[in-house]
């Protein structure tokens, strides 16, 4: 089956953590994702920026790692990043800021990454919604 | 044929950019000329109250963007009877004129029409 995630939470929530343990479970099981979107708080998942204490989970060092490997696409909703500070280089010097928080392999784009991955999909699963 | 979506959008207007958020994905599938429908639920029928002032807070008003949606080509708009009734809306002087008013068993084949659901 292919699969399409949308991930709406920030990295240190149970819902993060559950998204990324089920799209390792869908790779394993032999399904295909075809994209995975971050969109409100789930861009802070691609956040460079952020520090796990040592005995938890790294939530966003996990997805940099299973999105390099599997040659996933990662994208995160450029306008809910802007907001949210989660900036890359090419945006960080558009806006003349200090900080890039996110990098390879996570690519930072539009809204309708959202709709052509829901069209490409036969489900699309979401997590940390309302 | 286009797969259809819908948005459940369960966020009072002011409580963060949830509200906002879920109504650019809708803009942005109207644009795209997909099969698009956004539902106002629970805590989201708030986005629908009249007189709202949003420069007493120092933000945009999200009306405007409410009011665009037929012209984005989003005319399936769905407001939840039992979530207005609870919070002391009158169902009949919303500010989206053209969302229809569904009762709790109209909302169960609401969402079973369509093929995807993303609720924010």
């Known amino acids: ?130 | 044929m286009a797969k259809s979506l819908l948005i459940i959008s369960r966020q009072a207007p002011w409580s963060g950019p949830g509200a906002r958020e879920a109504l650019d994905i809708v803009l942005a599938g109207g644009a795209f000329d997909l099969p698009i429908g956004l539902l106002f639920l629970d805590d989201g029928v708030f986005q629908l109250a009249t007189q709202q002032d949003a420069k007493a807070l120092q933000q945009k008003d999200l009306s405007a963007n409410l009011q665009a949606l037929p012209m984005f080509g989003v005319e399936q708009l769905f407001v939840c009877a039992d979530s207005t009734a609870q919070r002391g809306l009158d169902s009949s002087a919303l500010s989206l004129e053209e969302a229809q008013v569904l009762a709790a068993n109209e909302i169960t084949a609401l969402i079973d029409r369509y093929d995807q659901v993303i609720t924010l």
């Not at chain 1, 949308?6 to 799209?23: G, I, Q, T, Y």
């Open chain 1, 1 to 130: 089956m292919k699969f399409a995630i949308a991930v709406f939470s920030a990295a240190h929530a149970p819902s993060s953590r559950r998204a990324l343990l089920f799209a390792q479970a869908a790779l394993a099981g032999g399904h295909e994702i075809v994209r995975l979107f971050f969109y409100q708080d789930g861009v802070y998942n691609a956040s460079g920026s952020v520090v796990t204490p040592q005995d938890e989970l790294d939530v966003p060092k996990q997805w940099r790692a299973f999105i390099s490997e599997q040659k996933l696409d990662g994208v995160v909703c450029i306008a809910a990043a802007l907001r949210r500070g989660v900036l890359n280089g090419e945006e960080a010097k558009r806006y003349q800021r200090d900080a890039v928080a996110v990098g390879a392999p996570w690519e930072l784009s539009g809204l309708g990454q959202l709709h052509d991955a829901v069209q490409d999909a036969d489900r699309l699963i979401c997590f940390g919604g309302a």
